[in-house]
């Protein structure tokens, strides 16, 4: 059974940075597409990055050019730095893999999902 366990949430001041980290347990990254979502209270959950197996990414809109998402093969392990933080960044944020190498901004085209590490940024 494939567990992601996502790490590096927290509270911070506008303009601020941090970093999440998502590690699998019982399972090494491989041929697989991996992703970050968010979900605000009161809204759905979108699509924040996605990263395919050849390393390929994409970004929303509203966090081009502030959020990095890569892949540490050595470690096993995804990041998300989010820098220039702004209150809208506020949300629980997850890690979700499919198992394909290609990638989706459709949620349910993820078959694993973290818990969740809240994210809140303050004004």
């Known amino acids: 059974q494939v567990q992601l366990v996502e790490s590096g949430g927290g509270s911070v001041q506008e303009g601020g940075a941090l970093r999440l980290s998502c590690a699998p347990s019982?399972?090494?990254?491989?041929?697989?597409?991996n992703a970050w979502f968010r979900q605000a209270p009161g809204k759905e959950r979108e699509v924040v990055a996605t990263?395919?197996?050849?390393?390929?990414?994409t970004y929303a809109d509203s966090v081009k050019g502030r959020f990095t998402i890569s892949r540490d093969n050595a470690k096993n392990t995804l990041y998300l730095q989010m820098n220039s933080l702004k209150p809208e960044d506020t949300a629980m944020y997850y890690c979700?893999?499919?198992?394909?190498?290609?990638?989706?901004?459709?949620?349910?085209?993820?078959?694993?999902w973290g818990q969740g590490t809240q994210v809140t940024v303050s004004s």
């Open positions: 979700a893999m499919r198992m394909f190498a290609t990638c989706s901004a459709t949620e349910d085209q993820y078959t694993y």
């Open positions: 990263i395919s197996n050849a390393n390929s990414v």
């Open positions: 019982g399972y090494v990254f491989r041929g697989s597409c």
